[in-house]
Nanobody, 115 residues
């Protein structure tokens, strides 16, 4: 089992920035974030492997940056140039593969971008 604890999120105006953190209880290969907007399906935002390989959704490329500190088992999502359509609940996710959704989830954190 892996426990994930998220922090960050909040309310920001369009064009602003936020940073999310996700601390895992132990080392794990893949960490990342999914988000869910009201009335929409959960979608992958970004993932990063323990080796530093990253993948981003097209909608966030160039604006979001995912990173991780393997010594702290913690991943970070720096979100810049935020748009109202980035609003949603952001969930940290972790697993042993980047090909499937990992089995471990954080509690979720609300990100609201006002126009």
């Amino acid at each position: 089992q892996v426990q994930l604890v998220e922090s960050g999120g909040g309310l920001v105006e369009a064009g602003g920035s936020l940073r999310l953190s996700c601390a895992a209880s132990r080392s794990i290969f893949s960490m990342g974030w999914y988000r869910q907007a009201p009335g929409k399906q959960r979608e992958r935002v970004a993932i990063i492997t323990s080796g530093g390989r990253t993948t981003y959704a097209d909608s966030v490329k160039g604006r979001f940056t995912i990173s991780r500190d393997n010594a702290k088992n913690t991943a970070y999502l720096q979100m810049n140039s935020l748009k109202p359509e980035d609003t949603g609940v952001y969930y940290c996710n972790a697993g042993q593969s980047t090909l499937v959704i990992g089995p471990y989830w954080g509690q979720g954190t609300q990100v609201t971008v006002s126009s």
